[in-house]
């Protein structure tokens, strides 16, 4: 579950956010704890587990357990049809978050660290399984490890940490996971009909490198430059 940083210009809790900056300033979570307003279930429930039971978050665990049922079955259409939403959730589960007003800093980092397990499992079945390019798959891999580390980087190292997830990167998570899966579906395709799975096979690779190019490599740098904005803490010891 993301909290979903807004654009320049945008407003949260209305405060305008920086127009000068070329990357979405972080938007606090939603403060289900307000004896202001009314509460849904949905935020009660969050304010009572502090912000670990939401609808996003639960969308992430079935994500997780179905990636873990259908990684070995990629070469399978079962496979595929159990992989291709629980990929997807990880473009939903922000969206979830808002409208249901649960965004939490757990959730948070659910979202930083709960898509890698994910990305890496079906990286690793798909090499095993050859049905896509390896430099391809390599490249979303170090992609995503590089984002992996700025993020523990960024953790361990600022007070308080700066790295939230921005549309961009949901993009760049989308069109790398997107490519692999469209090649891993022209493989099985080709199976039967081998023209049309070639074909299908060079579109995920476009989409897989463009993906890479195009928003993973401007989403690396957009989280090494939130880590170098933060306040250093002074020791690294125990967290405050």
């Known amino acids: 579950m993301a909290i979903v940083k807004p654009w320049a210009g945008a407003t949260v809790a209305g405060i305008a956010t920086d127009s000068a ?24 429930i969050a304010r009572r587990t502090h912000g670990v039971v939401t609808p996003a978050n639960v969308l992430d665990v079935l994500a997780m ?11 399978r259409w079962s496979g595929i049809a159990v ?36 990305v890496f499992l079906g990286l690793r079945a798909i090499w095993r399984l050859r049905i896509a390019d390896k430099p391809l798959l390599a490249a979303v891999g170090c992609y995503n490890l590089a984002n992996a580390a700025l993020t523990s980087y960024d953790f361990v190292v600022n007070e308080e940490p700066q790295i939230a997830v ?5 993009r760049a998570m989308f069109a790398t996971t997107a490519g692999v899966g469209v090649q891993a579906i022209g493989h099985k395709i080709a199976e039967t009909f081998p023209r049309l799975g070639r074909l299908v096979t060079w579109v995920g690779a476009i989409l897989g490198y463009g993906g890479v ?11 090494w430059n939130m880590a170098r904005r933060g306040k250093r803490r002074s020791t690294l010891g125990r967290r405050r």
């Open 65 to 75: 357990a179905g990636v873990a049922w259908s990684a070995p079955r990629l070469d």
């Open 213 to 223: 190019l195009v928003f993973g490599v401007p989403t690396t740098v957009d989280y």
């Open 83 to 118: 992989a291709a939403p629980s990929y997807l959730a990880d473009v939903a589960d922000g969206m979830i978050a808002r409208r249901t007003n649960t965004s939490s800093r757990f959730g948070e980092l659910v979202d930083h660290v709960g898509d890698k397990p994910k």
């Open 21 to 44: 900056s070329p990357v979405a300033l972080r938007s606090g979570p939603v403060d289900a704890t307000d004896p202001g307003r009314p509460h849904t279930a949905f935020e009660r």
């Open 166 to 170: 921005t549309r961009r990167a949901k």
